[in-house]
């Protein structure tokens, strides 16, 4: 069975038989599945009045040991929003109570970011819809596909220094 990258592939050995295009075969369908999962994944957070940036930052701060606070830097390094983001969220979350900012008693000059009981009770309630999601996105591939391509594609991010 084919599909969209073959075709392009196709097209590309039809035009340029002297270019290795294999690597496309690869690039091309990794984009076009984190498009994909991308979208799939909105619709999940977006049911729980979430958007990805959001449920990341709550994610984050759920999954740190007890008492699920941190540092505005601990949450940009252990979390996937960007720095400038980081300020930006925290004042969306913080609007809607689900997070508090307070002095950090270790550095006067900083905050700490902390869950608050409807901030834990939204990522509570979010995180098994978003890994039913995730589940129902693979579910094409068995639990050894999964690992073997999970393993693959963490020796391509640590090759290109995502360590």
């Known amino acids: 069975m084919a ?7 196709g097209q590309w050995h039809a035009q340029r038989p002297d270019l290795d295009v294999s690597p496309m075969a690869v690039i091309g369908r ?13 619709k999940t957070f977006a049911e729980h009045g979430l958007d990805r940036a959001s449920f990341d930052v709550l994610a984050t701060l759920r999954r740190s040991a007890p008492p699920h606070r941190l540092t505005p830097t601990e949450l940009m390094r252990s979390s996937m929003v960007t720095s400038g983001a980081v300020t930006q969220r925290l004042d969306r979350l ?47 591939l068995t639990k050894k596909e999964r690992a073997a391509l999970a393993a693959t594609l963490k020796q391509v991010l640590e090759s290109l220094g995502d360590a």
């Open 3 to 9: 599909d969209h990258v073959d075709l392009v592939l």
């Open 94 to 140: 913080e609007a809607r109570g689900l997070v508090v900012r307070t002095p950090n008693e270790h550095d006067g000059r900083g905050v700490v970011v902390a869950l608050t009981d409807e901030g834990r009770e939204l990522i509570d309630r979010t995180l098994p819809a978003h890994l039913a999601t995730e589940n129902r996105l693979l579910s094409a």
């Open 30 to 42: 990794l984009s076009r599945l984190a498009r994909l999962v991308d979208g799939e994944l909105n």
